[in-house]
């Protein structure tokens, strides 16, 4: 478990200042025009080399989508973006790897009908980030998901089967606000699987993953920073980086698609990532 991030009542109540007043200056428009809407998103493509890859497995495809923070900033009509990047990818999997709401569940709901429609062909994993247990009440983001095909995996996991070849996923509570983080029981479909994939919200978790054997953890929060000038780097969580190599593994952080605080990114694009299966050079 991280300690959990704590801000002053003074601190709160200036930070939600400055969220309103961006969001009554049209904030959210100018966030979806600048970085979501069709042609403004980045499609930023990721290959994951393995020894050994079943033909089967070979191009499967997995798209991580990450913070999207719905609330001031994001709401109906702003996926239109990532509905289309997702039409277009059409990914074996897609991931999405926590922080759903700004402030509570009642944020989603007004996204609802679109974030059922961002799913993968064969199935759709998510684990919960740090924003989504606001006042405990993260069952009811689950709740409104799971009937359109989501899976959360809190503390599991799950596995995608293509002609005999698995690859198997797994996800833990957050590290940050999640009651209880249980690695052993995240990797508990890893043994016997071609690939293995853990998500993680926290990018501090990925370790952990790889000591279980996964070839890949996806992981979010940091959004890029958001803001990434060397100056402001520090109000943001830490961030290891868009990918690191984690002894053979692969640690893949992505910048996520919303923000909090204020409609704006600097050197950090909203970003759908998708991870593409490949044969390592030598492989058979
Ligand atoms: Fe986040
Ligand atoms: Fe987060």
Redesign the pocket.
Known sequence: MIQPRRHSSLRIGFFRAVELTAALLGGRRLYHRVHLAPGRLLVRRERLELEGLPTALRGFTIAQLS?I?AGPFLARGDLDGVLRALDEEAPDVVCWTG?YVVHGPENMMPALDELCRCIGRRATFAVF?N?DYKGRRELKISEALMASGWQFLRNGGATVEVDGARVAFGGVEDLEEGKGVDFDRGAETFAGADVRVGLCHHPRGAPDFVQRGAHLVLS??S?GTQVDLPWLRRLGPPHPGLRARLGRAALIVSR?LGV?GIPLRIGAPAEIVVVELVSARGGS
Do not use: A, F
């Open positions: 913070d923070h922080d980030g924003h979010g929060h959004h996520g909090i």
